[in-house]
């Protein structure tokens, strides 16, 4: 007797439950010739769900979508969205589903989400598909920021349909099972906003029982709800400009409330310092530039903060005031968790003055000498530890950095008992493997030939980016020059 092994997901569905107005009940289209690509143990094991089930052909149709598992609601999500700026009323899932909700081993209630899944009737012009090549994009850099410490949403799988899907070419398509916090974005505010006010209220109930409890007891429990995603956000960006994280499409739909990163479409990592980067052929004017991204993040709450003002205060003039100070403590605070993050990668244990010019004229002689990000963080442990060579190696003329040096150096070990121990602190937090772009499409480009032999060696390298490995020299070196120059992604295809 052949008994059937089924993921047992013990969905909850509080959206579909309270959210009613705010999606359309959906089925995904079937795929032909489901063929899973990548499933994520780790997080599987975070979701208490049997990896032998999921890798089964039973397990395989539930994350393709073309099994509904039992106490799953597929709907496809409403929201709306500035997009470069510009107001769309009605965006939402156009090929994507929310399968439902589970709560995790620690308790935490996570979306399962299918990407790729199929049109919707939010798709418009949209095919409603996913390639393979942007789908395992997605996974390989959402797990190498879930490794760098960086909230974010993450894939349980990605699973070829077996179906070709025309994009410049034809290309093989593809559904990603996306785990998040929530989606609720910015965006789904907008949307409620700009329909129905008892809809807006329902939904800032929802989304404060689900992400801060605790405000529903403030003076003013909307207002400190603003304040608790301006806070998430400010912490979020701080540590992407860390890392050298460029988002590349932070259009509000793709801003979470829960201050997870989501929608990898044109991301990529910097390589050589400079606040101009652009990656996305589409980011023309430079919107979503890497130096931008604090006053955009930013932009993007003052859009929430106006869908709220009618829940702050019955009169309008009366929320202004205070949300508007909510919105302007932005700065302040992304810049305490930046500079915390600063003196962590430089070494320092507590806070000077003047450690922001210190801290400004490194990042100013990066940029002037096109010093790569990464490398130059990580070699400054070797700094501390009296060998300052593979530093100074990153500088076409390191005699500035030599100036600099002392300034940092003092500063870094003076007092510390320890200086081994500063050194090792430093590798904790400057990683020696991101996702550099040259090697991301190396690997995509074979996963799409269907080789993955190239995509799951560089997820093993990035599950682990701050030890560095005897063997993988390769990963933690800078593109050429001519391949970094050229670079382009493209939007979420
Ligand atoms: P994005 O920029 O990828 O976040 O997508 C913006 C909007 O376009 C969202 O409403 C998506 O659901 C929709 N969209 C993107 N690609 C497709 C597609 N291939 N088919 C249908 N809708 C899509
Ligand atoms: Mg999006």
């Known amino acids: 007797m052949s008994v059937v092994i089924r993921p047992q997901f013990d969905f909850d569905n509080s959206y579909v439950r309270e959210m009613e107005g705010l999606f359309e009940h959906w089925q995904a289209t079937q795929a032909p010739a489901p063929r899973l690509l990548a499933l994520n143990t780790d997080l599987a094991g975070e979701l208490d769900l049997d990896i032998e089930a999921l890798r ?133 505010f907008q949307y409620a906003a700009n329909r129905d006010p008892q809809l807006l209220r329902r939904l800032a109930d929802h989304a404060i029982a689900r992400h801060a409890p605790s405000v529903a007891d403030a003076d003013n429990p909307y207002l400190a709800y603003f304040e608790h995603v301006v806070e998430a956000q400010a912490s979020l960006i701080a540590k992407w400009m860390l890392v050298g994280f460029i988002h590349g499409v932070m259009n509000t739909d793709n801003m979470t409330i829960s201050g997870e990163t989501i929608d990898y479409g044109p991301c990529a990592f910097m390589d050589a310092y400079d606040p101009a980067t652009v990656f996305s052929s589409i980011d023309h004017a430079g919107r979503y530039a890497f130096g931008n991204q604090p006053h955009i993040a930013q932009w993007n709450l003052a859009r929430l903060g106006e869908t709220l003002l009618p829940l702050i205060a019955d009169e309008p003039d009366a929320a202004i005031g205070p949300a508007t100070d909510v919105l302007h403590s932005f700065p302040e605070r992304f810049l305490v968790h930046w500079q915390a993050g600063m003196r962590a990668k430089l070494g320092l244990a507590d806070a000077h003055d003047d450690d922001l010019v210190m801290i400004d004229d490194l990042l100013a002689l990066m940029h002037a000498q096109r010093v790569d990000h990464t490398s130059l963080f990580r070699s400054l442990s070797a700094v501390v530890g009296g060998d300052a060579e593979p530093a100074r190696a990153l500088f076409s003329d390191p005699a500035p950095f030599d100036a600099w040096v002392p300034r940092w150096l003092d500063r870094a070990t003076s007092g510390a008992a320890d200086i081994a121990a500063v050194a090792v602190a430093m590798d904790r937090v400057n990683p020696i493997y991101i996702p550099r772009n040259h090697l991301v499409e190396e690997a995509l480009a074979a996963a799409t030939e269907g080789d993955l032999e190239p995509f799951d060696a560089l997820m093993a390298v990035l599950a682990a980016p701050f030890d560095a490995r005897p063997g993988l020299e390769r990963y933690a070196e800078p593109a050429t020059p001519a391949f970094a120059g050229g670079y382009q992604t493209f939007c979420g295809t």
């Open 56 to 188: 089964s052909p039973e397990g395989v149709a539930v994350l393709v979508g073309n099994v509904v598992p039992d106490g799953a609601s597929p709907v496809a999500q409403a929201y709306a969205g500035h997009q470069f700026g510009g107001f769309s009323p009605r965006l939402g899932d156009g090929r994507a589903l929310l399968l439902g909700e589970v709560l995790d081993v620690q308790g935490n209630r996570r979306d399962i989400h299918l990407k790729g899944s199929g049109r919707t009737p939010f798709a418009r012009g949209g095919d409603g598909k996913a390639a393979v090549g942007p789908m395992l994009r997605e996974h390989l850099i959402g797990e190498a920021m879930h490794a760098l410490g960086i909230p974010t949403t993450r894939a349980l799988a990605v699973v070829a349909t077996g179906e070709m899907i025309h994009r410049e070419g034809m290309l093989p398509g593809a559904v990603l099972a996306r785990v998040a916090a929530s989606h609720l974005r910015v965006g789904t």
